[in-house]
């Protein structure tokens, strides 16, 4: 019974710690969907700048905040200051929606690591 037990615990820790990792296939069809309109998955800007090696200029923490709230890290960081006054149409990345979700950013954000 005690095994029983322990192993219907250990099942459910590794169910609940599998749904929390991110999804690569769901951050690149996020980023399909709602980014590629503006972004290049290379260094090459389109609306927006290319997205090539942004996780080594900027750490998750950062783009989780930036994805969440670009016009308010506008305001207060430096590198998103020279992102926007660099932008040679004059725009600001906007809110996205599906950027609202917490789960969604984070699977968008590995999918980022990713692009090389």
Same mark, same amino acid.
């Given at each position: 019974?005690?095994?029983?037990?322990?192993?219907?615990?250990?099942?459910?820790?590794?169910?609940?710690?599998?749904?929390?990792?991110? %999804?690569?296939?769901?951050?690149?069809?996020?980023?399909?969907?709602?980014?590629?309109?503006?972004?290049?998955?290379?260094?090459?800007?389109?609306?927006?700048?290319?997205?090539?090696? *942004?996780?080594?200029?900027?750490?998750?923490?950062?783009?989780? +905040?930036?994805?969440?709230?670009?016009?308010?890290? *506008? +305001?207060? %960081?430096?590198?998103?200051?020279?992102?926007?006054?660099?932008?040679?149409?004059?725009?600001?990345?906007?809110?996205?929606?599906?950027?609202?979700?917490?789960?969604?950013?984070? %699977?968008? *954000?590995?999918?980022?690591?990713? *692009?090389?």
């Amino acid at each position: 019974m005690r095994s029983q037990l322990t192993l219907g615990f250990l099942t459910m820790l590794s169910v609940s710690g599998n749904s929390m990792a991110a %999804d690569l296939a769901v951050g690149k069809k996020i980023f399909e969907q709602s980014c590629a309109y503006c972004h290049k998955t290379g260094y090459d800007e389109k609306f927006g700048p290319g997205l090539a090696g *942004i996780s080594e200029r900027r750490d998750a923490e950062w783009l989780d +905040k930036f994805l969440t709230n670009p016009a308010e890290m *506008i +305001k207060t %960081d430096e590198y998103a200051q020279t992102l926007r006054e660099s932008n040679k149409y004059g725009l600001t990345m906007p809110a996205l929606p599906e950027m609202q979700d917490a789960n969604k950013r984070r %699977d968008v *954000i590995e999918y980022l690591k990713t *692009i090389q």
